[in-house]
Nanobody, 124 residues
C-alpha cells in the first residue's frame, strides 16, 4: 500500500516562501517519477511540477518557472517543492503524486497514487 503524506503548507504574505514535503512509503521510491499538482476553489486540478526517478530531470508549468523548485531525496523517500515569491494566484490545495513511470510526465492520469493535499494560501 503506497502512502504519500504532504506537509509544509500554510498562510504566507504575497512574496513569501514555503517548502512543501511529501513523504512516501509502500514501494521503491527511487523507481518512480513524482509530481506536484494543485487545485484552487472552483477550478480543475492542474500540473505544477514533476521530477524523474533519479532527480536529474524536472519540468514546470509556465506560471511557476523561476519561482518554484522541485527536488527529491531518494534516501529519505521524500520529494520537495520549494515555493518562492508566492502570489495570491498560487493559493490552492497542493497534492503530491507518484507516477507509474520513471520519467517525467505532466499528465494527471499517469499518476496512480496521490496524497491528501496541503493548503497553501498567499495573501495580498
Amino acid at each position: 500500500q503506497v502512502q504519500l503524506v504532504e506537509s509544509g503548507g500554510g498562510l504566507v504574505q504575497a512574496g513569501g516562501s514555503l517548502r512543501l514535503s511529501c513523504a512516501a512509503s509502500g514501494r521503491t521510491f527511487s523507481s518512480y517519477a513524482m509530481g506536484w499538482f494543485r487545485q484552487a476553489p472552483g477550478k480543475e486540478r492542474e500540473f505544477v511540477a514533476t521530477i524523474n526517478s533519479n532527480g536529474r530531470t524536472t519540468s514546470y508549468t509556465d506560471s511557476v518557472k523561476g519561482r518554484f523548485t522541485i527536488s527529491r531525496d531518494n534516501a529519505k523517500n521524500t520529494v520537495y517543492l520549494q515555493m518562492n515569491s508566492l502570489k495570491p494566484e498560487d493559493t490552492a490545495v497542493y497534492y503530491c503524486a507518484q507516477s507509474s513511470r520513471s520519467w517525467i510526465t505532466v499528465l494527471h492520469n499517469e499518476y496512480n497514487y496521490w496524497g491528501q493535499g496541503t493548503q497553501v494560501t498567499a495573501s495580498s
